[in-house]
C-alpha cells in the first residue's frame, strides 16, 4: 500500500522515441508520459501520473524503462498489461507490471541506468535503421574507442559532455561500465552510471567517433575530463542511436530480468 488506501504499481516500459517529443509531458508536442498516463487513467476510471526512472529526449528509445503510479483501482497486473497496451499507440508497450511497497520509488530506488548507443558504420546508409542508429560511412577504429571508453571508468565530473542546459544539481557521475565493440557493420557504446548528465551518452559517443576516426587519441577523452570544457569536446552524436536499455534497483524488488543485447 502508498498510504491513504493507495496501491503503488511498477511498470516495465519500452517506446520508439521518433514521433515523440521526449518522456516529459510537454506545452507543446507530445511526450511518451502522457500518452502512458492517459491510458493507465481509463484502465483505473481516474487520473494517473507516472514517475520513471530516467527521463528520456526528444527522438531517444527505450526498452527497460520503469515507472511508478499510486491509484485506489483494485486491477490484477494482467489487467494493467492488457489493458494500457489496448490503448496505446503501437510505439509505446507495457513489457511487465508489478505491485510494490510504497518505499519503492521508481527514480530514487534506482541505483544504476543502463544506456545503448548504435551506430551503423558502413558506406551505405539504412531504410529500416533510420531512426534507430547513427550512419557513419567514415571507417571507426572501434579498438581505439574501447580504449577510451574505458578512461570513463569511476566517478568524474562530467562537465565536458553536460548539455548546457542540463538543470542537475553536480555534475559528477560514477560509470561502473562503458564498452566499444563492434557486430559486422554495427558498434554498440554500452554504459552504466548511477546517473546521466542531460545528453551525456550522445555527447560521449560524439568523442568518441572522432577517436574512432583518427582525428583524436583515446587519451583525449582524460584531457576533455580534466579540462570540463563542453565547447572542445566532441559533437553530439543523434538521439536516434541511443536507447535505454534498463534500470537496476536493488534485489529486494524483484522485477523481471532485462535482456540488453536485444536492445
Do not use: K
Not at 80 to 103: C, E, K, R, S
Not at 132 to 152: N, Y
Not at 234 to 248: E, H, M, N, R, W
Request: charged share 20%; glycine share 8%; net charge neutral.
Amino acid at each position: 500500500m502508498a498510504g491513504d488506501g493507495l496501491m503503488r504499481v511498477a511498470l516495465g516500459v519500452e517506446y520508439d522515441g521518433t514521433a515523440y517529443n521526449g518522456w516529459q509531458r510537454q506545452r507543446i508536442g507530445t511526450g511518451v508520459q502522457l500518452l502512458l498516463e492517459n491510458a493507465l487513467s481509463q484502465v483505473a476510471n481516474d487520473a494517473v501520473a507516472v514517475v520513471c526512472a530516467g527521463r528520456t529526449d526528444t527522438g531517444v528509445h527505450a526498452s527497460g524503462q520503469v515507472v511508478h503510479f499510486d491509484t485506489r483501482a483494485e486491477r490484477p497486473p494482467r489487467s494493467w498489461l492488457l489493458g494500457a497496451n489496448a490503448l496505446l499507440p503501437a510505439d509505446i508497450n507495457v513489457n511487465w507490471a508489478q505491485p510494490v511497497d510504497d518505499d519503492f520509488h521508481a527514480r530514487f530506488s534506482a541505483t544504476e541506468r543502463h544506456y545503448r548507443y548504435r551506430i551503423l558504420n558502413r558506406l551505405a546508409r539504412s531504410a529500416l535503421y533510420r531512426d534507430r542508429a547513427w550512419w557513419l560511412h567514415q571507417p571507426l577504429d572501434e579498438s581505439r574507442m574501447q580504449r577510451a571508453a574505458q578512461l570513463l571508468l569511476g566517478e568524474h565530473d562530467f562537465s565536458a559532455f553536460r548539455a548546457a542546459g542540463c538543470q542537475a544539481a553536480t555534475p559528477v557521475r560514477v560509470v561502473s561500465s562503458a564498452s566499444v565493440t563492434r557486430r559486422n557493420e554495427w558498434l554498440l557504446f554500452d554504459i552504466s552510471a548511477n546517473a546521466f548528465l542531460q545528453h551525456m551518452v550522445r555527447n560521449l559517443v560524439g568523442s568518441l567517433a572522432a577517436i574512432g576516426e583518427g582525428v583524436q587519441e583515446p587519451e583525449w577523452i582524460e584531457r576533455l575530463i580534466e579540462g570540463r570544457d563542453r565547447t572542445v569536446a566532441g559533437i553530439a552524436a543523434p538521439a536516434q542511436g541511443l536507447t535505454l536499455v534498463g534500470v537496476t534497483y536493488p534485489e529486494r524488488y524483484p522485477f523481471p530480468a532485462q535482456d540488453y543485447s536485444a536492445a
